[in-house]
């Protein structure tokens, strides 16, 4: 059984920062892409950042040089490091995990974890 579980939302002013973290369990083939993904009100979910199987990463443009993706195997933890937040950053904010980093193949979701940015 696979559980991803996502905590560290909040609010915080403009320019702030937020860690949000995603606790994996049950996911025992390595062979995933890992990655954030967030859905503001009214709109369709976007990918944030993706940790590739093969260790690439992909930002979004729109996060690019502020938030960074990490994880910590030995702690089955996916990090994302958000800096210089912005309001157009408000959303709940998905841990997801899948057999390839488009969006379509994303099919393990954690619950989400708002962040509100104002």
């Known amino acids: 059984h696979v559980q991803l579980v996502e905590s560290g939302g909040g609010s915080v002013q403009p320019g702030g920062s937020l860690r949000l973290s995603c606790q994996i369990s049950?996911?025992?083939?390595?062979?995933?892409?890992l990655g954030w993904f967030r859905q503001a009100p009214g709109k369709e979910r976007e990918s944030v950042a993706r940790?590739?199987?093969?260790?690439?990463?992909f930002y979004a443009a729109s996060v690019k040089g502020r938030f960074t993706i990490s994880q910590d195997t030995s702690k089955n933890t996916l990090y994302l490091d958000m800096n210089s937040l912005d309001v157009s950053d408000t959303a709940v904010y998905y841990c997801?995990?899948?057999?390839?980093?488009?969006?379509?193949?994303?099919?393990?979701w954690g619950q989400g974890t708002q962040v509100t940015v104002s």
């Open positions: 940790l590739a199987r093969g260790g690439t990463i």
């Open positions: 049950g996911l025992a083939d390595t062979n995933y892409c």
């Open positions: 997801g995990a899948g057999q390839y980093c488009s969006l379509s193949y994303i099919t393990i």
